[in-house]
């Protein structure tokens, strides 16, 4: 009779605690996913507003002015992370822009060009 | 199993042991992870449908505008070049207008001299001289022409290529009444000149415009703005002379 209050008594509690366990593996597991997820959309901002930035420069505008622009316009969705560098140049006939993008401890770097014929 | 326990409970009428107690807790469990990972796998869903919605909406955007400044770069660089040609004949019909006026002056001449031959064989010239200069009329109304036709095939070019996107009124808006922004001069009878007019630039630029729904298939735009928005897109392009060529370049 004693040990069976005795094991009654130890498994009170026991879903809470595996609850605790099991919320902290779940909220690791959420903030990885939602950084993933943020990771994503802002490279997919940066690439889409790096190629703004080219036909800025293709419209014979100042590249430097461009490039302010860009960084402007890429911070009003993604004020996280660090641009580290933004470059639009001219290459022949081809406009082409690279961005360094400093994000939880990883650079990510984007790539676009514009060709005219 | 289950149905040992079930036969059990039923046979002793009396309260279950602590080990059929313990197995009932240990099945009570199962699915405790399931149900854990169900608003999760939702959480997910959502997040790759909105990615999905966004990679395409940036899909749509980039592909629409990409085609539209190569079909209109591609479109100046044609009138480009007529322009050279028809700025080419200026001299050509200067040339002729000037030699018209001093075999005019000749004959007149000859005329009031009563120089028979001399009169016939001017007026021999000078109907070849007028023909010459029909001819030149004739090559600059087909260089006009030819214009006209590129902004046409332009604009029918760009529609044909955004048919298979989620596009809708592409239109143009030209800043000169013809393809050209040239100023016409008339130089004497049947002998014109062609000049860029001013500002020529700013006038010989044209616009393509066309609205469209980005996040297509996936309407989105539904959820956020309570009802179907398209959104206005274009893109300008024009000519500028540098040296002696005339190069095509997007403006603003």
Redesign the interface.
């Known amino acids: 009779m004693k040990t069976?209050h005795r094991?009654e008594n130890l498994?009170k509690g026991q879903s809470i605690v595996e609850l605790m366990f099991?919320s902290l593996a779940?909220i690791v597991?959420?903030k990885s996913?939602?950084i993933l997820?943020w990771i994503?959309?802002s490279l997919?901002?940066m690439?889409?507003q790096l190629?703004q930035g080219l036909?800025c420069a293709?419209?014979?505008?100042n590249t430097k002015l461009c490039e302010s622009i860009t960084i402007q316009q890429i911070k009003k969705l993604n004020p996280l992370g660090a641009i580290k560098f933004l470059k639009i140049k001219k290459f022949k006939d081809a406009w082409k822009g690279e961005i360094q993008w400093h994000f939880y401890k990883r650079n990510f770097f984007i790539k676009q060009s514009?060709s005219?014929? | 199993m289950a149905f040992l326990q079930k036969k059990f409970f039923y046979q002793t009428k009396f309260k279950p042991s602590l080990i059929t107690q313990r197995l009932y807790k240990s099945n009570s469990q199962k699915g405790f992870i399931n149900l854990f990972l169900l608003p999760l796998i939702a959480l997910m869903m959502t997040g790759v449908i909105g990615l999905a919605s966004l990679s395409i909406g940036i899909k749509h955007i980039t592909q629409t505008q990409s085609t539209c400044i190569k079909n209109n770069i591609k479109g100046k660089i044609k009138l480009g070049l007529l322009l050279k040609q028809i700025l080419n004949l200026n001299e050509k019909v200067l040339k002729l207008h000037k030699t018209r006026q001093v075999f005019q002056a000749k004959l007149a001449v000859a005329v009031s001299t009563g120089q028979i031959k001399l009169i016939l064989s001017l007026r021999k010239t000078l109907s070849l001289i007028k023909k010459g200069q029909a001819l030149l009329m004739l090559k600059q109304q087909y260089i006009l022409n030819q214009s006209q036709l590129v902004k046409v095939n332009t604009l029918k070019k760009l529609k044909k290529d955004l048919q298979i996107l989620p596009v809708s009124k592409i239109q143009e808006k030209t800043f000169f009444t013809k393809a050209l922004a040239l100023e016409k001069k008339r130089e004497g009878d049947k002998a014109y000149t062609y000049k860029p007019a001013a500002n020529f630039t700013e006038r010989q630029k044209s616009r393509f415009l066309w609205k469209m729904n980005p996040f297509y298939p996936l309407n989105i735009s539904r959820l956020i703005f309570k009802q179907k928005k398209t959104f206005q897109y274009q893109c300008t392009a024009s000519l500028t002379k540098k040296g002696h060529l005339w190069i095509s370049h997007l403006y603003h």
Do not use: M, R, T
Request: glycine share 0%; net charge positive; charged share 10%.
């Open positions: 069976k094991n498994q099991i779940v597991l959420i996913i939602l997820f994503v959309i997919l901002w690439e889409h190629y036909v293709a419209q014979q505008k514009l005219l014929p």
